[in-house]
């Protein structure tokens, strides 16, 4: 059985699908990428799915399985790379893929796994919560 390979760049796990899904591998995926997003922690997930040129039910619904996995897990996922053919079909399918945020490449999906982690945890706050607000003066 082939796998799909898994890589991690920083903060995000990239999984680029190269090959046709059997069901088989689409759920050995499941199982690696959890594993994996557990093993090192990351906060995003972005599966490239460019080589795909049909998408059927089963795997749209793995892609949205995996989503929520990764949620549960504390990672946001990004699908990059749909053809229009792809996406055509999933609406007829009637698959909304819930929990996935779609960019055209993986350099935006990338933008979207960052700005989610931004929107979740703003470096702007302080770490131990005191208010350093602006100084004021008062004149005697």
Do not use: W
Not at 8 to 37: C, F, H, N, P
Not at 53 to 81: C, N, P, Q, W, Y
Not at 118 to 127: G, K, N, Q, S, T
């Amino acid at each position: 059985m082939e796998r799909v390979p898994i890589l991690k760049i920083g903060e995000i796990l990239l999984v680029s699908i190269q090959l046709d899904m059997s069901d088989q591998t689409a759920l050995q995926l499941q199982e690696d990428l959890a594993e994996r997003i557990v093993a090192t922690g990351c906060h995003g997930v972005i599966i490239d799915i460019t080589a795909l040129d049909i998408v059927d039910s089963f795997v749209g619904r793995m892609l949205s399985s995996i989503a929520s996995i990764s949620k549960v897990l504390d990672a946001e996922t990004v699908v990059v790379g749909m053809r229009p053919a792809v996406a055509i079909t999933l609406v007829e399918l009637g698959l909304s893929l819930n929990g996935i945020r779609t960019a055209l490449n993986v350099e935006r999906g990338m933008e979207l796994v960052a700005d989610a982690r931004a929107d979740e945890f703003p470096y702007d706050e302080l770490v131990d919560g005191s208010d350093d607000g602006p100084e004021t003066t008062s004149s005697p």
